[in-house]
């Protein structure tokens, strides 16, 4: 609660402002865009702000300040989140956002819960990918499917569903090569790597999840988008919240993409990824 | 906002209900520059940038003749593309090199910025250049970052030189001895990537150039980053005092407001984009394009200029003639080919235009640029006459045109239906001046 209260401190305290004027309008847009929830966004919760505090008559910043965030964490849509087994997750993303790194913190998430984990090396694109993947393995004592650089991710998919089948493991995490989403050849390679999954194991769950930097701006919007347009996303993984970055473009993306977040990781370290929590999320953007 | 796709076309709505000559006033400019902070903050200029800049464009602004050739939302436009253009530093800056061999290039950024490839790709430029690059491996803590990157080496031919995961600043300083010792005269290093915030790693980059006194400090930043660009890059100018900026993953569709960021915050030069996950795809900064790129107007501009040098001045005035008077005919046509191959070809035209650029893919299979070879194939085995009146051009010489150019009928009579198809196009364009003189002129030379 302490770090939650500087955004209003500051406004009461350095401004000398108690009152919901234009000013304090003013403060609060350059906070929500600075976030990167983008101008839309921001506006929106402004304006939904003005009205709650309208219909309630709240005139003052200390109420105000409960409300918004409550309306900041209603709009994050954030729902439980529970997995079922055996769990086929494949993880895409444009390059540099830290899938693999991704990969390892959730391989560390579920060995903690008693789940097996077996990996597959998908990204068969980038130099040196596999053996990323390959010394993260070695580190957590899980099995990896791996096949050469440029062999076909959809075969090496292939490989580590028989051996997921043969020896009932838990969840499968497949990497898959980073990729601008504008290059079509690619995303249809993601198209492939589902469809082998599908076809080779249907009765297992299946979760396409998208790593999201958060540092990124508004272009993580457009990235959802296409990959969405080749797969069906079912969820970020938003990572790199250690950083000052607060990754407010979320916020476009739950409502307009109605893509929810499952996990956040915030840091280079195996154990740096937790469920999302509403809570702290938003209490970062009103840092 | 939804109904306006871009920043033009909403500026024109407002500018639809004004007074369009004279001056820009106070109103116009306040409402026109509402919608242009709009545009700077989706394409992610940081909000205190896009604040002052506004401020600063909208003085500016107040009072400027609007010019005869332009609307005044071309006008609004145009001040502010220039200024965008003039911040983000006017020239291309090119790399330092330093007087005594080697000259040492370091790379420094966030995690997944893109600099071990871009490593590859300058080491790639500069051996190309006639140097003796080689590649130094100093991140240490990413798994197969070093790995990575002898990979790349491998790929161009260029040593990498490692010592595992040794510290850095030992590692910087054998590198040196190493190229001195083998006469190869550029080093460029690679660390690993940090978070500003990170004051230990900091202090190991601190370190690495007090210790080894880089000719170049590239600070390696991705252009779809958002807000934090200010935080991000001031943080790493303060602790390094870097030379450049190169901002990487341009090739996507993002708008890039970065660049006004960083270069607004720290005032260092952007020396180079990547464009692509090929090694060649290194590119020099061209202030001009990225500032129509943040207003989200494609190379809108950057088109109008370079149609006005491909096309001289003489031409342009006849074929406005010939346009008015309708008189266009297949000599033109050929002109106008030709133009558009000055420009760079009709694909990279294309490139240029607002909305197209991430649509490049789908459209380069549609694109045929020998089709417009094999058109100027089949005007050029006309006779003077048929060129000039085509409605001349009957069955038997058709055949004759077909024979002569190497291609079916069918493919002449494609072209004399196209040709037509546009003649009547033009003929629809009633009113080229409200577009102003430029515009005209593109539509022509888009004409074939």
């Known amino acids: ?287 | 906002m939804a109904l306006f796709s871009n920043l033009g076309e909403r500026l024109n709505h407002i500018f639809s209900k004004m007074t369009k000559h004279g001056k820009l006033t106070s109103l116009e400019i306040k409402e026109a520059m509402r919608e242009i902070r709009v545009a700077l903050l989706e394409a992610d200029v940081n909000y205190v940038v896009a604040k002052d800049f506004i401020n600063k464009v909208s003085e500016l602004a107040l009072g400027e003749d609007i010019l005869k050739s332009l609307t005044p939302t071309q006008q609004v436009i145009k001040i502010v593309r220039d200024q965008l253009t003039e911040l983000m530093g006017g020239e291309n800056q090119k790399l330092n090199v330093s007087p005594k061999p080697p000259t040492i290039i370091m790379m420094c950024g966030l995690q997944g910025s893109g600099k071990t490839t871009l490593c590859g790709k300058l080491a790639l430029k500069l051996k190309k250049e006639g140097k003796k690059p080689i590649l130094v491996a100093c991140d240490i803590y990413r798994p197969a970052a070093i790995d990575q990157l002898k990979v790349l080496g491998k790929s161009i031919q260029i040593e990498v030189f490692e010592r595992g995961t040794n510290n850095p600043v030992k590692t910087c300083k054998e590198a040196i001895d190493y190229a001195n010792k083998f006469a190869l005269d550029t080093l460029i290093i690679d660390t690993a990537g940090r978070l500003q915030i990170d004051e230990k790693l900091m202090d190991e980059l601190k370190d690495i150039k007090k210790a080894i006194n880089p000719t170049e400090i590239l600070l390696v930043i991705d252009a779809m980053i958002g807000q934090e660009a200010v935080s991000v890059s001031k943080a790493f100018n303060d602790a390094l005092d870097v030379s450049g900026v190169v901002l990487t993953k341009i090739d996507g569709d993002t708008r890039g407001g970065a660049a006004l960021s960083i270069r607004s915050v720290i005032g260092k030069p952007i020396k180079f984009v990547g464009v692509g996950e090929k090694l060649t795809d290194l590119e020099p900064f061209y202030p001009d394009r990225m500032a129509s790129r943040i207003l989200g107007m494609g190379d809108v501009l950057t088109l109008i200029d370079k149609a006005q040098e491909a096309v001289d001045e003489k031409t342009a005035k006849e074929m406005e003639r010939k346009f008015r008077e309708n008189s266009f005919d297949l000599n033109d046509y050929i002109e106008q080919v030709n133009s558009l191959k000055k420009m760079g070809g009709l694909k990279s035209v294309l490139s240029m235009m607002p909305g197209i650029g991430g649509k490049m893919k789908q459209l380069e299979n549609m694109i045929d640029e020998k089709a417009l070879e094999k058109n100027k194939a089949i005007i050029q085995s006309m006779t003077a006459k048929e060129r000039q009146n085509p409605d001349i051009i009957n069955g038997s010489r058709r055949q004759r045109i077909a024979k002569g150019a190497g291609v079916q009928v069918s493919d002449v009579n494609n072209l004399l239906k196209q040709f037509n198809q546009s003649k009547e196009l033009m003929k629809m364009m009633k009113n080229p001046k409200a577009y102003g003189g430029k515009m005209a002129m593109i539509k022509k030379l888009m004409g074939g």
């Open chain 1, 1 to 287: 609660m302490g770090i939650f209260k500087k955004f209003f401190e500051k406004l009461k305290y350095t401004f000398k402002r108690t009152e919901l004027n234009d000013d304090f309008y003013d403060e609060l847009e350059a906070l929500l865009v600075s976030s990167d929830m983008g101008v839309e966004t921001a506006l929106d919760i402004m304006d939904e702000l003005r009205d709650v505090c309208k219909q309630k008559l709240i005139k003052d910043i200390d109420h105000a300040q409960i409300q918004l965030k409550q309306l900041l964490i209603e709009k994050l849509n954030a729902q439980e989140i529970k997995f079922n087994y055996p769990l086929i997750i494949t993880v895409v993303g444009v390059n540099g956002v830290g899938k693999t790194t991704t990969i390892a913190k959730m391989t560390k998430y579920f060995t903690k819960n008693k789940k097996s984990v077996l990996l597959a090396a998908g990204d068969t694109f980038r130099a040196a990918a596999t053996e990323q993947l390959s010394n993260w393995a070695d580190k957590l004592k899980v099995k990896i499917i791996k096949q050469g650089e440029g062999a076909d991710s959809a075969s090496v998919v292939f490989d580590a569903i028989t051996s997921m089948k043969a020896k009932n493991v838990d969840v499968l995490i497949v990497d898959t090569a980073g990729r601008l989403h504008t290059k079509t050849n690619l995303m249809k390679e993601l198209e492939k790597i589902n469809n082998v999954a599908r076809r080779e194991y249907s009765n297992a769950n299946f979760l396409n999840l998208i790593v999201l930097d958060a540092s990124i701006g508004q272009n993580s919007i457009a990235q959802v988008k296409a990959f969405k347009d080749s797969v069906n996303i079912d969820g970020i993984v938003l990572t790199k919240l250690d950083g000052t970055a607060k990754g407010g473009v979320v916020y476009p993306i739950i409502n307009d993409l109605k893509v929810p977040i499952i996990f956040t990781g915030f840091g280079e370290g195996v154990d740096d990824l937790a469920p999302f929590d509403a809570n702290s999320f938003v209490e970062k953007i009103l840092m």
